[in-house]
Structure formats: C-alpha cells, structure tokens
C-alpha cells in the first residue's frame, strides 16, 4: 500500500500518540484539534492530489528502491525529471493550499541523506547509506510524512556547540549504549512536526572537531518517549480555535518547538555520529534543497495571492483601474523570477556519488534571495489593492449580531451585484495570505536566513571562472 489516500493518511495520524502541549494545555487529541487540524489538512492536500486524476501523473511515479508506486514526496531525485517535477508540484500545491504543505522538509532531509551517508560510508566503511536506505524504504512502503529537524535553539550565537556555557542548545549526543544512542536538545520551528509521522534530525551548521557529539543525524517516530512538541503561537492563532474570521477556510501551518528530553535512537535508525566534517556538507545539501523547494511553493502562494488580489478588484469596483493592474504584473513577474530560478536550479542539477541528482546550489539560493525580499513585496502589493479593510474588517460576530448585523452589512458593500458576505471572505483571505507570521517569516527564515544564502552562493560560485572572462578582454595573461 504504497500510495495513502487523505482519510488513510489522517486516520494514521490519529494512531498516534505524541506528547503536544499548547497554550499551556496537554493536547490529547491532535487530529481534532482545529488549529492543528488546519495544518494536517494542508499536508493532507500532498495525499489527496497523488489521488486526484487530474495530478496523478506527476504526483506519483515508482520508486527504483521498491519498485512500487509512490508519492514524490518520498522520492529522493534520481534524475532531472524528478528535481523538476519537485518545483512543479510544489507550486501546483503551494497555490491549491496557499499556505506552507509542510511536507517537503522531509524530502530535503531525505535527499541529503541520500548522498552524504553514502560519502560517509566511503570514507570511514560505516553503514549509514544502507541504514538509510531500510528507513527510507520504510517511509516509502507506508507513504509517511517526515519533518525536518535541523535548527537548533543554539543559545549564544557567537559560541560554537561545545562552547555554549549549557551545553544544551544544540541537539547532542548524551549516552552511547550497545543499542543505540541517548539524545537531548531541542529543535526549533518544527514546521508540521504533528503532521508528521517521524522526525528527521540533521545538525543545523558545520561543526568543528570538538563538537563531535553534535555531529548527529537520526530519525524517529513523532511519538517517541521523551519527544515533547510545543506549539508555537502566530498572529492569527486562535481564529480556528474561536471558529470564526478564519480567511483560508481550509488549511493553515503551525510550528512547534520540539524538545529531546534524553530520546532514545536505535542504531539503525542512526545516519551520523561524530563525523564532524560531513556536518557542514548535509547542513548545505539540505538547505539548498530546501530553498529549491521553496522556488516552487512560494510561487504558488503567490499565484494564489494574484488571484485574491484580482478578486478584490472586481469586489471593490477597481478592475479597470491601470495602476492597479500594474501592480498585478507587478506580483507575477515576482512569482516567474522566483520559480524560474528554482527550475533552472534543477535543469543545472548534476547526479552524485550516491546516484542521487543534486540540484545546482547558487541558482537555489539566488532562488531563496529573491524570496526574502520580494515575497514581503508581494504582500505590499496585495494588502495595496485590497483596501485598509484587510486590517480591522468587523468579525464574523459582528456580523451574525442581530442588533448590529444587518446594519455593519450595509456598510460593507463594494461594486454592485457582489455579495458581501463574497467581499468580506475575500478580504480575511487576504489578511491571512499577506499577514500570517508563520508564512510571512517563513519567507525570511524559513530554509535559513538570508546571510546563509549570500555566503553559500559566494562559496559556491566559479569565482576564478569570472575574473578569468574580464582578464582575457583585458588583454591580461596570468
Ligand atoms: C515559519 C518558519 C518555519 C521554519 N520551519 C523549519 C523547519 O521545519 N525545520 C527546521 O529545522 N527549521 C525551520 N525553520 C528555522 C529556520 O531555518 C531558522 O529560523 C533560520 O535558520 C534562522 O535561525 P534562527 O531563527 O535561529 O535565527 P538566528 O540564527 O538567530 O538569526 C538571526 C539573525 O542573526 C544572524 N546570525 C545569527 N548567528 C550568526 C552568526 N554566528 N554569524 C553571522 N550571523 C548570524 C542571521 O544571519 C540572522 O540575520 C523555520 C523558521 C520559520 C520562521
């Protein structure tokens, strides 16, 4: 059964038990949860589109590892095609959800995985790539979820791991037994860690040789002993929990911090230990997938935020206006650049020792740059042609106010013939899309901030290559 429907991927998700605390209260019952839930349904959409006609045929293809059909999401690329269709499906489903999925952390962590464990193993006769090979033909046979664990809280930034004065604020290791391994730490902003099935920990930077026992990669069930999720707050956090002026009927995106408090990881679920110098290497792998993956997502959010902006203009009576149509080129050639830098990232991608295909790294991060900046343009521009009621829209409440209802209705009308219950949905729509914290910041951080793309697109690129065209024209021989 290697493809889940939505109802089976739920369904597996409410045999779990994982420990969630949020708003100071133990969660019991994350599924029903409808904060929660508006998360699991967006990582739900992945499953539903590997089921609709209409996606099927590039959504799912069958896995060289097990010969069986699977969902892309648990496919390390071992090809162009599969890098390419990576970006695309991201976007279709970026802008069906016009949220975060959360499901594509996972597949940058198995996708990194995928090629430095077998470097690894190269060098030192480990056996971490076949280790990763049972866990990830494991994620395949089931069609898990997987979340990234990557940031750690890291305390002090200026001091390394192992000089932190508590020692803690990295993820390490504490015990090594004949078993396995004993981990404490904590990872923070974990992206869908409740709407995933396991956690796959990977060390957030390089790591010098004295922080050997931060130089940790593993992966374990979500509900393992000693796990414990705490869900993060955003700005608009309560609105499914109070059950009105929600925006995004469907779907949302949550991100708890996740705390090790001494988790056991068996050895054969272990794809690092102490191997220092590959930290940085899995770190950089991951990451510049990450950001490819975002080239697609965010373009589809945006996708969904022209569209919303559109909506607006039709509602307000503003559709002929040129200045605002302007601004409407102004968000898609914003969507195009970042997506065409994602694409090429994966034409540019180049296949590894392991057989896994790497994508190209700078055009990535050129990719990821972009998304810092222009995203939170994009949301200018949307926020610009709605209108200043994106802001202090009266709720629901007031709406369904008998005494006032009627009369704050009057006063919400825009161009005739629009219904203004349309126009009100419209404009929490837009709120959400251009105002949500966890998306908006996400833009930012998410995949690592923006200096962390400067210097892997500086490191990364031919540098020598450049200074060697301007020599030649030149007429200077070195
Ligand atoms: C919504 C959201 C979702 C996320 N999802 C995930 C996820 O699913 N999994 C996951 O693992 N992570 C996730 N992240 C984490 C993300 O990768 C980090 O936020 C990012 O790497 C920045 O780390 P930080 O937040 O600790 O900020 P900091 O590292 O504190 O950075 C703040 C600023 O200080 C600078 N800075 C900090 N330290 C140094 C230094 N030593 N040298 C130079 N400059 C420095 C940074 O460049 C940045 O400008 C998510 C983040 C967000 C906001």
Known sequence: ???????????????????????????????DNPR?????????????????????????????????????????????????????????????????????????????????????DQKYGTEYYARFLEFLKHVQKNDL???????????????????????????????????????????????GSLSSHEIIVLPTRALKKEDKDYAVAFAIPTDTPGLIHVVG??????????????GNTKYSKYCPTVIFNDVFVPWERVFMCGETEFAGDLVMRFSAFHRQSHGGCKAGKIDCMIGAALTMMDY???????????????????????????????????????????????????????????????????????GGYV???????????????????????????????????MLRLVEKLALESADTVSDIHGGGSAEAHRITIMRETDLEGKKKLSKRLAGIED
């Open 145 to 191: 979820t997987c979340n990234a664990g990557v940031t750690d809280v890291k305390g002090d930034r200026s001091l390394n791991p192992h000089e932190q004065p508590d020692k803690d604020m990295y993820l390490r290791v504490v015990e090594r037994r004949h078993d396995g391994i004993v981990v404490r730490g904590a990872k923070a902003h974990q992206t």
């Open 316 to 386: 307000n009576g503003t559709a002929k206006l040129s200045h605002l149509r302007q601004k409407i080129i102004d968000m898609i050639h914003r969507a195009e650049t970042l997506y065409g830098c994602s694409i090429a990232a994966s034409y540019e991608g180049k296949r590894q020792s392991s057989g896994t295909y790497f994508i190209d790294p700078v055009l990535a991060n050129a990719s990821k740059i972009h998304e810092g900046k222009e995203m939170a343009e994009v949301g200018r521009l949307l926020v610009d042609i709605a």
């Open 391 to 425: 802001c202090d829209l009266p709720s629901d409440r007031d709406l369904a106010n008998p005494e006032i209802g009627p009369l704050v209705m009057k006063y919400m009308q825009g161009a005739a013939g629009v219904p203004v219950e349309d126009r009100i949905r």
């Open 233 to 246: 707050r955003s700005t608009l956090d309560m609105r499914e929990l109070q059950g009105c002026d929600i």
């Open 1 to 31: 059964m290697a493809i889940k429907t939505k109802e089976e991927y739920i369904e597996s998700l409410r045999k779990m038990n994982p420990v969630v605390y949020m708003f100071g209260e133990r969660i019991t019952n994350v599924v």
């Open 36 to 120: 929660l839930r508006a998360g699991i349904e967006a990582t739900a959409a992945t499953y539903e589109a590997a089921n609709m006609a209409e996606y099927r045929h590039s959504m799912v293809t069958e896995s060289p590892l097990i010969g069986e059909a699977v969902n892309r999401f648990t496919l390390p690329p071992t090809s162009i095609e599969d890098l390419v269709a990576r970006v695309k499906n991201n976007r279709m489903l970026g802008g069906r959800v016009g949220t975060c999925f959360q499901r594509c952390t996972g597949l940058d962590c198995m996708s990194a995985l995928s090629i430095v464990t077998y470097n690894i």
